[in-house]
């Protein structure tokens, strides 16, 4: 009796002393991610301001994207955005100065490789705006990209 009253008072306590450990991050395909890659996702969360539209299905050599500032200022409030998630989720979109045209949103997910390597898949097209009238379908798609982020830029290179 006494050595099932030890195992239990022994089990209470390593269980109320135990520290549930942070969820392990996970890459798109549910491997739990090195430290070398956590470290390279979270250089490219944030909003960006692209150069070109990404996804726009072009084959750009290199694309450039810049912090995007967030304050009511007009030339930082409209134009093209990309916003890269933590939860390995993505969205490329215009906003445009008025609803007379047709804007573009892009949202997929993405995933890094062990080579610097960032795969955009687009998967959901959406189109803003009074002039979207008869804008074909767009099928998914995905793009890969060389990156790298200097000096709190982040490019893109195929």
């Known amino acids: 009796m006494k050595k099932y009253t030890f195992l239990v008072f022994l089990f209470i306590c390593v269980t109320a002393f135990a520290q549930k450990d942070k969820e ?4 798109r395909s549910g491997k739990i991610l090195d430290q070398k890659n956590k470290k390279r996702q979270e250089m490219i969360v944030g909003k960006w301001r692209p150069d070109f539209f990404l996804g726009a299905n072009e084959n750009y050599e290199k694309l450039t994207l810049k912090p995007a500032v967030n304050n009511d200022e007009p030339e930082n409030k ?5 916003e890269i998630n933590k939860d390995f989720t993505f969205r490329s979109y215009s906003q445009g100065w008025c609803g007379n045209g047709c804007d573009l949103e892009i949202r997929g997910k993405y995933s890094l490789d062990t080579d610097n390597h960032i795969i955009f898949y687009y998967n959901q097209f959406i189109y803003n705006g009074l002039g979207c009238k008869g804008q074909k379908k767009l099928k998914p798609f995905s793009q890969t990209y060389c990156f790298e982020v200097k000096d709190g830029v982040l490019i893109l290179k195929q």
């Open 78 to 82: 409209y134009g093209q955005f990309v």
């Open 24 to 27: 392990p991050l996970r890459s």
